[in-house]
């Protein structure tokens, strides 16, 4: 179920500009943990900030290091009450005294349809409704000829206005949960995030990444980042590039599919896990 906060976005950052227009996404307040992993001398380092406002196709927030604009990373956040993160790969448009722009890139199907359904219901919480009660009584004139059994009738007709509208929302939330994988097994226990350390100890199989021949012809190399999910049986189960060169993402993620774990414990039974993985392109 998602807390909305009630707060205009307009209170906050001047409008984001990308390559000198001005951005066509409304932005809307939301203060959230968002953890940013980039390159640094070619290792993986996460900087924690705060989301300052957010849209569908991007967000402002304030981290505790600089991000150099035009520089790819990946963010990882998670709207209020929600159970799913939302993890995506991001362009650095502006810095500024640590406070970044950052537009989204390779959102999934289900992180498109989470940001569209709270930005979507923050708009209509934003809206001012008109309260026939409040408005009748607030007319002095028309107070003292307003029948008491008209008064109940209205005051009886907003109970129940307000109660179909409340189930209406929450049944159209349960439905977009329906539709989201890995929903409904997302909610009981959350997947714990386990640091890359830990996990490299627990490799079983590790099969190397073939050199896409494009990208060796024409001498490219880097680091490539994934975010994995590993099961509870040891096998990768997801995987999806947060950072690097794009021409070496495909065939990092290929080769990590087919990894194997041994099962992390918790309280001594199998969890499903999450964790960073770094693949290293040389020519």
């Not at 705060?50 to 520089?71: D, Y």
């Not at 349809?113 to 934003?126: G, P, Q, V």
């Not at 024409?218 to 096998?235: C, E, M, Q, W």
């Amino acid at each position: 179920m998602l807390s909305l906060v009630d707060r205009r976005a307009s209170s906050l950052a001047p409008p984001l500009i990308h390559r000198g227009r001005q951005r066509a996404a409304l932005r809307y307040s939301v203060a959230v943990p968002v953890d940013v992993t980039m390159l640094k001398s070619g290792i993986p380092d996460c900087v924690p900030g705060r989301s300052l406002n957010l849209s569908t196709s991007g967000m402002a927030a304030v981290f505790a290091a600089e991000l150099r604009p035009g520089e790819t990373v990946g963010v990882e956040f998670r709207l209020p009450d929600v159970a799913v993160r939302v993890r995506a790969k991001a362009i650095v448009r502006y810095q500024s005294r640590l406070r970044c722009g950052l537009e989204f890139r390779s959102l999934s199907p289900e992180e498109v349809a989470i940001l569209r359904y709270w930005t979507e219901h923050k708009r209509e919480r934003e809206r001012p409704q008109e309260d026939p009660i409040s408005q009748a009584l607030a007319e002095p004139s028309k107070k003292r000829r307003f029948p008491m059994a008209a008064l109940v009738c209205l005051l009886v007709c907003g109970v129940v206005t307000v109660s179909a509208g409340w189930w209406h929302w929450q049944t159209a939330w349960q439905e977009l949960e329906s539709q989201i994988p890995g929903m409904a097994s997302a909610i009981p226990g959350e997947r714990m995030r386990v640091p890359a350390s830990e996990m490299e100890a627990l490799i079983t199989h590790r099969v190397e990444a073939a050199y896409p021949e494009e990208a060796r012809l024409a001498k490219l190399h880097g680091t490539v980042i994934l975010n994995a999910v590993v099961g509870r049986d040891g096998s990768v189960v997801e995987v999806r590039p947060v950072a690097g060169p794009n021409e070496l993402s495909a065939a990092a993620a290929d080769a990590v599919r087919w990894w194997r774990f041994q099962p992390y414990l918790r309280n001594g039974a199998p969890a499903e896990v999450e964790t960073t993985i770094t693949v290293d392109f040389r020519p």
